[in-house]
């Protein structure tokens, strides 16, 4: 079974997700782009119940691009992004691929809200790439 380690920059957050992830994609909403802090969000979608995180993080909530509601855990004291819950994904948590204590292997293989993309981003590949969140 495979196992997937991360953190926050501070190491004040840990994680491990056990378990081969459902999808890994990229996501180029603007919720993304602020959360993030550059063009875009590289993910690891795991069931929640595969996921541990230690330490004390922080949460914030609102509505996503999609309208549903997304939760964006993070560190209280690097500020580090390391999770999000999505409502569009029940049952799903996503870790942030830059939180990966080795990020090396992530190949994501769909690209969602690509209409909010940058017209700056190219990203290659043979992958699919959907205009918002698919249905």
Not at 8 to 33: E, K, M, W
Not at 35 to 59: D, N
Not at 104 to 121: H, R
Request: charged fraction near 20%.
């Amino acid at each position: 079974m495979a196992r997937f380690t991360g953190g926050c920059l501070c190491g004040r957050i840990r994680y491990t997700a056990s378990g081969d992830p459902a999808f890994t994609g990229v996501c180029h909403c603007r919720d993304c782009q602020r959360f993030s802090g550059t063009a875009f969000s590289t993910v690891l979608g795991f069931p929640s119940g595969a996921l541990v995180i230690e330490g004390e993080p922080k949460q914030y909530r609102k509505s996503g691009d999609s309208g549903n509601p997304v939760t964006r855990v993070f560190c209280p004291e690097c500020g580090s992004g390391v999770t999000e819950e999505v409502g569009a994904m029940p049952g799903m948590t996503l870790v942030l691929a830059g939180t990966l204590d080795d990020p090396a292997g992530v190949q994501p293989t769909i690209e969602l809200f690509c209409d909010s993309a940058q017209p700056w981003v190219s990203l290659g590949g043979d992958r699919q790439r959907f205009p918002a969140m698919p249905g």
